[in-house]
């Protein structure tokens, strides 16, 4: 069993940064493949970025590729996801996940969710 805190959310202006943290229970975390994923009001949770249990494949979806940075430390059982050149259609409630095995971009895909945190861009 896997627990999942996520951090570091709040209100931005367009063109912000931001850094949110997902912190994790249990001694298998470096087992697990990791995501982030956000929702928006009105829409399907959608994939934002994952990276593998040693960090060493990463992928990302399009609309965040060269903005946002997903790294973790297995050390301190976190996964980060740093946001740079924010915009308002960044603005969502930002879930970290976690499953075994291989990566993966499907929500449904994931064993373990946290509870999200919340970021708003203003533009």
């Known amino acids: 069993q896997v627990q999942l805190v996520e951090s570091g959310g709040g209100l931005v202006q367009a063109g912000g940064s931001l850094r949110l943290s997902c912190a994790a229970s249990g001694r298998t975390f470096s087992s697990y493949t990791m995501g982030w994923f956000r929702q928006a009001p009105g829409k399907e949770r959608e994939f934002v970025a994952a990276?593998?249990?040693?960090?060493?494949?990463?992928d990302y979806a399009d609309s965040v590729k060269g903005r946002f940075t997903i790294s973790r430390d297995n050390a301190k059982n976190t996964v980060y996801l740093a946001m740079n050149s924010l915009k308002p259609e960044d603005t969502a409630v930002y879930h970290c996940?976690?499953?075994?095995?291989?990566?993966?971009?499907?929500?449904?895909?994931?064993?373990?969710w946290g509870q999200g945190t919340r970021v708003t861009v203003s533009s």
């Open positions: 990276i593998s249990w040693s960090g060493g494949r990463i």
């Open positions: 996940a976690g499953k075994l095995q291989l990566m993966a971009r499907t929500p449904r895909e994931y064993d373990y």
